[in-house]
């Protein structure tokens, strides 16, 4: 017994450094980093996560093995063991911080990340890890890799839609036809902002909350518009006519003005782009023209159509021009026998 009071210290000793490290010194790291601003703090603590505790346990436990009194084949095998854990250990947090900073990276060029690249990446780093924790204790990757390459051929055959639908989600995210954050429509006439692109579908939120699941390679073929390229800026367009006595040099300067001000309220970094008019028919009740100004993204149409409509219609009658409509004359004979 008294052989074993090491072996069993070391263990408790683990376990106790493990919920020290954990509770209190990692939790005051994670503070201290949170309050400093750190850049990638976050995915790296949350990567660390649990991973003290684990690592000082199985110091304890290596310690406990070597220290018992155990023969030398047993202390071998439980060394193995232990190597394995704790490699298999680093292997997952490699694995998600190789995935957290493709998040940030991308979030950071392209404005929002798609799961898809993350998932690919943090799938690398843990088939690579695993293939070197084989080798590490003794077991020779190389047949390995070979029966999958072979067994991969079987399973490409079976899995061809999953396939498909994976290689058209990497299509559409390096031709940068498409990326989260961007608002589509697509040909069935649906459309919404794109909130992720997975392995297998691309998701799109519309305006209602309710999300369109669309497969991967159906999105590839399909014919859609997205309002988010070239750029995010649109031109809105409004219809309007004005009565056959207007001023039309007054129409147009009212109208710009309300433009301007419709602007300034909904994009005020595009002020520099100059709402104009264009007239352009001779209606049967009025002379039409067509407003023409520059609004941040797609949706901002709505609210911007909804202000300039109000604000328009006060102006007008403010200065007396008048948006006429449809009048039908309507004559009824009385034919007395």
């Known amino acids: 017994m008294i052989d074993w009071i090491l072996p069993l210290a070391l263990i408790i000793s683990g376990l106790l450094f493990g919920v020290i490290g954990e509770k209190f010194i990692f939790k005051r790291l994670k503070l201290f980093a949170s309050k400093k601003n750190i850049p990638g703090s976050e995915i790296i603590f949350k990567s660390l996560q649990r991973m003290p505790f684990i690592w000082f346990v199985l110091a304890g436990f290596l310690g406990a093995i070597i220290s018992a009194p155990l023969k030398p084949d047993i202390i071998n095998l439980l060394q193995k063991i232990i190597t394995v854990a704790f490699l298999f250990s680093v292997t997952l947090v490699l694995a998600r911080l190789t995935a957290g900073f493709v998040i940030l990276y991308t979030h950071r060029t392209e404005g929002v990340t798609a799961s898809l690249i993350s998932n690919v990446a943090k799938t690398a780093v843990l088939v690579l890890g695993t293939l070197i924790l084989l080798q590490t204790v003794g077991i020779q990757i190389t047949p390995i890799v070979t029966t ?95 009565s056959y006595d207007s001023d039309l040099e007054q129409v147009e300067r009212i109208t710009v003005e309300v433009a301007k001000e419709v602007m300034q309220e909904i994009a005020p970094e595009l002020t520099a782009n100059e709402p104009y008019i264009r007239f352009h028919t001779f209606g049967d009740f009025s002379i039409d023209f067509t407003l023409y100004m520059r609004v941040s993204e797609y949706f901002d149409q709505r609210i911007g159509k909804h202000l300039f409509v109000k604000k328009l219609h006060k102006r007008y009658q403010q200065a007396g021009i008048s948006i006429p409509f449809p009048v039908r004359d309507v004559y009824v004979q009385n034919n007395n026998d």
């Open 148 to 242: 999958l390459g072979i067994g991969g051929i079987a399973v490409g055959l079976a899995l061809q839609d999953t396939l498909a639908n994976l290689f058209s989600g990497f299509y559409l995210i390096l031709s940068k036809q498409v990326k989260t954050g961007d608002y589509v429509k697509l040909d069935s006439g649906h459309e919404g902002y794109i909130t992720d692109i997975t392995w297998r579908n691309t998701t799109i939120k519309e305006f209602s909350n309710n999300v369109i699941i669309v497969p991967n390679s159906k999105l590839a073929s399909a014919i859609f518009t997205n309002y988010h390229l070239p750029v995010k800026e649109i031109t809105l367009t409004m219809n309007v006519g004005v």
